[in-house]
T-cell receptor
Framework: DQQVKQNSPSLSVQEGRISILNCDYT??????FLWYKKYPAEGPTFLIS?????DKNEDGRFTVFLNKSAKHLSLHIVPSQPGDSAVYFC????????????FGAGTILRVKS | DAGVTQSPTHLIKTRGQQVTLRCSPK?????VSWYQQALGQGPQFIFQ???????QRGNFPDRFSGHQFPNYSSELNVNALLLGDSALYLC???????????????FGAGSRLTVL
């Protein structure tokens, strides 16, 4: 039962353009959605999160949009830089004691210079 | 400020053997979670430890067990290894057991286990 899905295994974008990474979920009980970035040989690092009561959260070049009716969220990176090339994981959680993150399979982003 | 450290970074075992992976949480964190990341997949939750007790468990068999020590460090043990246990094992720490958008997980680089 895949509750969080990232249907695009990879995405290639030109430097300076916008990168849009998508994520769909099935569990309407999720309270938070998070994006993690992972470089090879490193652990995932937290990028940005959004509460289920919000529809947008922005942090510098990174913006996450949440569409609860469609059970869909997206991460926008503007402008994209070569250093953004990494695997991006969408994750979700139900707030509570001892809770866990549910991850998607990840999207490989390649930013070409 | 050291982040989450894991050891060993790589190891190779054969089917039926047992393995122990170790994790030291980020300074100031008291909760440790373990995740398994198989090739081409996202991390999957194994369990969470807080106050030296297992607080939550994912859909993993009893062959997977853990321990948390008084200094908050943790071990993951896997018995009777199967080929399908080959994966990257990630340890993550947090300020408390209640993960949220404000209290996020900090991950280590992982231990790559290969079972032959």
């Amino acid at each position: 039962d895949q509750q969080v899905k990232q249907n695009s295994p990879s995405l290639s974008v030109q430097e300076g353009r916008i990168s849009i990474l998508n994520c769909d979920y099935t569990n309407s009980m999720f309270d938070y959605f998070l994006w993690y970035k992972k470089y090879p040989a490193e652990g995932p690092t937290f990028l940005i999160s959004i509460s289920s009561i919000k529809d947008k959260n922005e942090d510098g070049r990174f913006t996450v949009f949440l569409n609860k009716s469609a059970k869909h969220l997206s991460l926008h990176i503007v402008p994209s830089q070569p250093g953004d090339s990494a695997v991006y994981f969408c994750a979700a959680l139900v707030e509570g004691y001892g809770n866990k993150l549910v991850f998607g399979a990840g999207t490989i982003l390649r930013v070409k210079s | 400020d050291a982040g989450v450290t894991q050891s060993p970074t790589h190891l190779i075992k054969t089917r039926g053997q047992q393995v122990t992976l170790r994790c030291s949480p980020k300074s100031g964190h008291d909760t440790v979670s373990w995740y398994q990341q198989a090739l081409g997949q996202g991390p999957q939750f194994i369990f969470q430890y807080y106050e030296e007790e297992e607080r939550q468990r994912g859909n993993f068999p009893d062959r997977f067990s853990g321990h948390q020590f008084p200094n908050y460090s943790s071990e993951l043990n896997v018995n009777a290894l199967l080929l399908g246990d080959s994966a990257l094992y990630l340890c993550a720490s947090s300020l408390s057991p209640k993960i949220s958008g404000a209290n996020v997980l900090t991950f280590g680089a992982g231990s790559r286990l290969t079972v032959l």
